[in-house]
Nanobody, 122 residues
Framework: QVHVEESGGGLVQVGDSLKLSCVAS????????FAWSRQAPGKDREFVAA????????FYGDSVKGRFIISRDDAKNTVYLTMNELKTEDTAVYSC???????????????WGQGTQVTVSS
């Protein structure tokens, strides 16, 4: 298990951009894959994006593909989610997860943060 903490959420307008951060407290950051997921009130959790360890291969959910970018800075133990062209339907609590395997990151055995609220207003 690793402690992860998200930040960067807030209230923005439709069409704005926002960048979320996820800091992992570990000495072996490069051995972890990371994922962002989100959950809106009354809805199921939705996969947003994931990034593998070593190669940094990225994966995206269909609803954010082309608008969101996941990246990692191994020197800062930080994973980012850059969200562009935000829509009202992007409003949710965004959570970061860490796991040693990108195939399972974001699952029940991953290490999860508490989440950060993103609200997109029209």
């Amino acid at each position: 298990q690793v402690h992860v903490e998200e930040s960067g959420g807030g209230l923005v307008q439709v069409g704005d951009s926002l960048k979320l951060s996820c800091v992992a407290s570990t000495n072996i950051f490069t051995s972890y894959a990371f994922a962002w997921s989100r959950q809106a009130p009354g809805k199921d959790r939705e996969f947003v994006a994931a990034i593998s360890r070593r190669t940094g291969t990225t994966f995206y959910g269909d609803s954010v593909k082309g608008r969101f970018i996941i990246s990692r800075d191994d020197a800062k133990n930080t994973v980012y989610l850059t969200m562009n062209e935000l829509k009202t339907e992007d409003t949710a609590v965004y959570s970061c997860a860490a796991d040693h395997d990108v195939a399972t990151v974001g699952g029940p055995l991953s290490s999860w943060g508490q989440g950060t609220q993103v609200t997109v207003s029209s």
